[in-house]
T-cell receptor, first 113, second 113 residues
Framework: DQQVKQNSPSLSVQEGRISILNCDYT??????FLWYKKYPAEGPTFLIS?????DKNEDGRFTVFLNKSAKHLSLHIVPSQPGDSAVYFC????????????FGKGTRLHILP | GAGVSQTPSNKVTEKGKYVELRCDPI?????LYWYRQSLGQGPEFLIY????????DSGLPNDRFFAVRPEGSVSTLKIQRTERGDSAVYLC???????????FGPGTRLTVL
């Protein structure tokens, strides 16, 4: 039973345009959400996070939006650059617990020249 | 700067054999996590150490899997009587304290023939 769902296995976006990656979750206990980026043969690297008390967090070209009522979050990358081509994992955790992060299956983003 | 390192990077073994996978966390990080990433899936939590003790081992799939961290630094994931279904990338992550940002190693790709 997937608690964090990324329904798009892949996404292609023209360089310079906006990339929007979507994520849904089912567990209402989650109160902290993260996006990780992964290149081949490397471990995931942390990109951006948001706590459930916010609905938006921005860091440079990356913005994460959280809609708690819909249990949905999205990552916006603008403008998209070639180096953004990677697999993006949406993840969630419960803040007062210090152990597991629950990951989605990932979305492979291709930035087209 | 030394990140999380994992050895070996690749391990091929035969069904029924025993394997050990090693993780060297970032120096000073007290929390250490093991995840498993199967093909087409996101990382799946296995076990979390705070110091030397396993604070949460709820993700270990069965009693063939065991992990230790005897001195609170290096950790070893041990798999007995390997099965073909154990084939995956095993990821290790560490964080300064439990609940803070997790830094991932590059993973060990285990193939069970």
């Amino acid at each position: 039973d997937q608690q964090v769902k990324q329904n798009s296995p892949s996404l292609s976006v023209q360089e310079g345009r906006i990339s929007i990656l979507n994520c849904d979750y089912t567990n209402s206990m989650f109160d902290y959400f993260l996006w990780y980026k992964k290149y081949p043969a490397e471990g995931p690297t942390f990109l951006i996070s948001i706590s459930s008390i916010k609905d938006k967090n921005e860091d440079g070209r990356f913005t994460v939006f959280l809609n708690k009522s819909a249990k949905h979050l999205s990552l916006h990358i603008v403008p998209s650059q070639p180096g953004d081509s990677a697999v993006y994992f949406c993840a969630a955790s419960v803040m007062n617990r210090d152990d597991k992060i629950i990951f989605g299956k990932g979305t492979r983003l291709h930035i087209l020249p | 700067g030394a990140g999380v390192s994992q050895t070996p990077s690749n391990k091929v073994t035969e069904k029924g054999k025993y394997v050990e996978l090693r993780c060297d966390p970032i120096s000073g990080h007290t929390a250490l996590y093991w995840y498993r990433q199967s093909l087409g899936q996101g990382p799946e939590f296995l076990i979390y150490f705070q110091g030397t003790g396993a604070a949460d081992d709820s993700g270990l799939p069965n009693d063939r899997f065991f992990a230790v961290r005897p001195e609170g630094s290096v950790s070893t994931l041990k798999i007995q009587r390997t099965e073909r279904g154990d084939s995956a990338v095993y990821l290790c992550a560490s964080s300064l304290v439990g609940g803070s940002e997790q830094f991932f190693g590059p993973g060990t790709r285990l193939t069970v023939l």
